[in-house]
C-alpha cells in the first residue's frame, strides 16, 4: 500500500496519510467507469405525529470509508488525521449531504395506492464521524398516513451511481406493521448487464436509471 511504502520511508505519519489519500484517489478514478461509487448504511425510522400515525421519516445515512475520508479531505477537516473530528469541524460537517439541487428527490420514495407521497424539506438531525465513516441523519415530514393504508417506502439512487443498503430493522410506531421485499440482485445485474451491452460507449451521465431495480421495497400499515 502507498501509505506504508511512505511511511517506511520516513516520510512521517502526515505524508504517509496524505499518500494514502493519493491512492485512494488513484483508486477511485481507475474504478469511474463502474457503478455504484458511494456506499451508504441505511436505518429507516418512521415517526408518529400527536395522532400516532406515521407522519415522519428520519433517514440514516452511514457513508463508506472511501467516501467519508474523500469528503473530509475535500472539506478540509481532520488535517491532523487523527479520526476525531472537533467541535468546530462538526459544526462546518452538518448539513453537509443536504444542500440539494432543485428536483432533487433525496433518493427516497414513498407511495401510498400507486401515487407517490410528497415530503418536505430535509431537517438536518445531527452529522458524526465515527469508525472512519460519515453518518449523517434528517428528517423529513409527510401527510400523515390513514388508518390501514400501506405505505411503500424504497431507497435508491435512480442513476445507481450510490448504493444505498437498509443496514438495519426499519422502525415504526406501535400499531404499525413493516416487511420488507429485498430486490430480486440477479434479475436486477441482468437488467444492467443488458442496457450496458445495448449502449456499450455509454459515458457516465447517461448511466441507465436501475437503481429502483437493485432497492428493497418496504411497507408499512398501521392500525391507527
Same mark, same amino acid.
Given at each position: 500500500?502507498?501509505?506504508?511504502?511512505?511511511?517506511?520511508?520516513?516520510?512521517?505519519?502526515?505524508?504517509?496519510?496524505?499518500?494514502?489519500?493519493?491512492?485512494?484517489?488513484?483508486? #477511485?478514478?481507475?474504478?469511474?467507469?463502474?457503478?455504484?461509487?458511494?456506499?451508504?448504511?441505511?436505518?429507516?425510522?418512521?415517526?408518529?405525529?400527536?395522532?400516532?400515525?406515521?407522519?415522519?421519516?428520519?433517514?440514516? #445515512?452511514?457513508?463508506?470509508?472511501?467516501?467519508?475520508?474523500?469528503?473530509?479531505?475535500?472539506?478540509?477537516?481532520?488535517?491532523?488525521?487523527?479520526?476525531?473530528?472537533?467541535?468546530?469541524?462538526?459544526?462546518?460537517?452538518?448539513?453537509?449531504?443536504?444542500?440539494?439541487?432543485?428536483?432533487?428527490?433525496?433518493?427516497?420514495?414513498?407511495?401510498?395506492g400507486g401515487q407517490a407521497v410528497q415530503l418536505d424539506a430535509p431537517v438536518a438531525v445531527e452529522t458524526r464521524f465515527e469508525n472512519g465513516q460519515i453518518i449523517s441523519v434528517h428528517r423529513r415530514a409527510f401527510a400523515p398516513v390513514p388508518a390501514g393504508t400501506v405505505l411503500e417506502i424504497k431507497a435508491y439512487d435512480p442513476t445507481f451511481y450510490t448504493e444505498y443498503t437498509l443496514a438495519a430493522a426499519v422502525q415504526v410506531p406501535d400499531g404499525c406493521r413493516v416487511q420488507v421485499l429485498q430486490a430480486d440482485l440477479g434479475q436486477a445485474n441482468a437488467l444492467l448487464d443488458k442496457l450496458l451491452q445495448e449502449s456499450p460507449d455509454m459515458d457516465d451521465d447517461a448511466f441507465p436509471a436501475v437503481g429502483h431495480a437493485f432497492a428493497d421495497k418496504v411497507t408499512v400499515t398501521c392500525a391507527q
Open positions: 500500500m502507498a501509505w506504508a511504502i511512505a511511511a517506511r520511508a520516513g516520510g512521517g505519519y502526515h505524508c504517509a496519510m496524505r499518500a494514502f489519500f493519493a491512492f485512494l484517489f488513484s483508486l #477511485w478514478a481507475a474504478q469511474a467507469a463502474a457503478h455504484p461509487h458511494v456506499f451508504v448504511q441505511t436505518q429507516l425510522v418512521l415517526l408518529p405525529d400527536a395522532q400516532g400515525r406515521a407522519a415522519t421519516i428520519e433517514v440514516h #445515512w452511514a457513508y463508506d470509508e472511501l467516501t467519508s475520508l474523500m469528503t473530509l479531505e475535500d472539506m478540509g477537516l481532520d488535517q491532523d488525521y487523527d479520526g476525531v473530528l472537533s467541535p468546530g469541524e462538526l459544526a462546518r460537517l452538518q448539513g453537509f449531504d443536504l444542500r440539494w439541487i432543485a428536483g432533487f428527490e433525496g433518493d427516497l420514495y414513498l407511495a401510498q
